[in-house]
């Protein structure tokens, strides 16, 4: 397969504990974004890779949130302290970074995170 | 936080019959996007349109997109079982306010269809 991997699919933490997700994106694609989605809810941007270089941060990002892509490669988004509005499904997307294909991005499968 | 709409927030549907999606965003945009996600999964791109276009077909899927009222619409014909899902607008940015390509969605529409 391959498309975009993310790991675990699932995860159930207790309020307080740190949280690590991991995506693979598409090997050829230098563009990853990260992305949270609540029930019934859209998708909302949370932070985006070029290469190894995180180029955009939201403000949903709080300073409890660490996202790396240390070769450009895979991507880790932490979460440390997690409170119980974190749960959510944390999705990653990449995509490549040349004007023709520059708009379509692929998804992973998410990461739903529980926080009791 | 969110910038489309997407309207209505529901549709149930018999199998065959077509369903009519609306979404409407805030900003000046470069293109539109509509994504499908099934239940628990991941978000599949389904067709995109640029900001200058007015309407695009891909097989059962007809976009239209009307800058002027901020507002796009998607189509799906003679519906399927197998089209039950969430579907979602996304909205890119003008390359000025947006150089990442990040993606704005709508809150979605929960699409049924019945067999």
């Known amino acids: 397969d391959t498309g975009v991997s993310q790991d675990p699919r699932h995860k159930i933490t207790k309020r307080g504990q740190n949280v690590t997700f991991r995506c693979d994106p598409i090997?050829?694609?230098?563009?990853l974004y990260w992305y949270r989605q609540t029930l019934g809810q859209g998708p909302e941007f949370l932070t985006y890779?070029?290469?190894?270089?995180?180029?955009?941060k939201s403000r949903l990002l709080s300073d409890r949130f660490s996202a790396e892509r240390p070769k450009g490669s895979f991507s880790t988004l932490e979460i440390q302290r997690t409170e119980q509005g974190d749960s959510a499904m944390y999705l990653c997307?990449?995509?490549?970074?040349?004007?023709?294909?520059?708009?379509?991005?692929?998804f992973g499968p998410g990461t739903r995170l529980t926080v009791l | 936080s969110q910038q489309g709409e997407e309207d209505p927030q529901a549709l149930s549907i018999q199998e065959g019959e077509n369903a009519t999606m609306n979404c409407s965003y805030k900003?000046?945009?470069?293109?539109l996007q509509w994504y499908r996600q099934n239940s628990g999964r991941g978000l599949v791109h389904l067709i995109l349109?640029?900001?200058?276009?007015r309407e695009k077909h891909s097989g059962r899927l007809r976009v239209t997109l009307d800058t002027s009222k901020k507002s796009s619409s998607l189509l799906i014909t003679a519906s399927r079982a197998a089209d039950t899902a969430s579907y979602f607008c996304?909205?890119?940015?003008?390359?000025?306010?947006?150089?990442?390509?990040?993606?704005?969605f709508g809150q979605g529409t929960e699409l049924s269809v019945k067999p």
């Open positions: 349109i640029r900001s200058n276009e």
């Open positions: 997307a990449s995509s490549p970074a040349s004007l023709r294909s520059y708009n379509e991005q692929f």
């Open positions: 996304a909205t890119r940015g003008g390359m000025i306010y947006n150089q990442g390509g990040k993606l704005i």
């Open positions: 890779f070029q290469n190894e270089a995180q180029l955009e």
């Open positions: 090997s050829e694609h230098n563009r």
């Open positions: 900003t000046s945009i470069n293109n």
